[in-house]
């Protein structure tokens, strides 16, 4: 086999990969497992558009709380929702994205929900309602939302420089 004596090694390994990677379907590339944890890029072209309905109160059959009551506690949560419609990822595969939500249940959730949404208060003309919110949130270190987990707030520190820039 000839090779090019400009090309080093590596070159021709990432070449081969980018012609493998040309020649077989998209499907095999979404069929793969991953970590826990682990972010895939999406474009968003990818993820369609209005195609999952709304999601509806109780009262309709939908997962929403409706509230009526004039004393109400409403935790922050962290917890599995179905934000992303299915075979976003791949066909006929419904994932989950962590998110933060609110909760009337007594504990936070543990299995992917409908929606993060919170309950929705029906209140009366000058009838108070009371509603306590709970942080169940955790902290940078526990939390699954890998976007805060692994952010960088620049409002405090400004924007990020390389020494060669400062």
């Known amino acids: 086999m000839k090779t090019n004596p400009g090309r080093t090694g590596l070159q021709h390994i990432l070449s081969t990969l980018a012609l493998l990677a040309a020649l077989l ?19 968003p072209k990818a993820i369609g558009r209005f195609v999952q309905p709304l999601p509806l109160l109780d009262v309709q059959g939908g997962p929403i709380v409706t509230s009526a009551a004039t004393s109400l506690a409403v935790t922050m949560c962290e917890f599995p929702t179905n934000i992303l419609p ?25 299995t992917p ?10 209140a009366q003309r000058n009838v108070p309602t009371e509603i306590t919110f709970i942080n169940n949130l955790g902290t940078a270190t526990s939390t699954n939302v ?3 987990k692994f ?16």
């Open 25 to 43: 379907p998209a499907s095999a590339f979404s069929q793969v497992p991953l970590a826990p944890n682990t972010q895939v890029p999406l474009s």
């Open 146 to 148: 890998l976007a805060y």
């Open 113 to 122: 929900q409908q929606t993060y949404i919170g309950p929705v208060v029906i």
């Open 86 to 110: 299915l075979g976003t990822i791949a066909p006929g595969v419904q994932t989950s994205t962590w998110t933060w939500g609110y909760s009337t249940a007594a504990a936070c959730p543990t």
């Open 151 to 166: 952010s960088i707030d620049q409002t405090s520190t400004g924007p990020i420089r390389s020494a060669s820039t400062a």
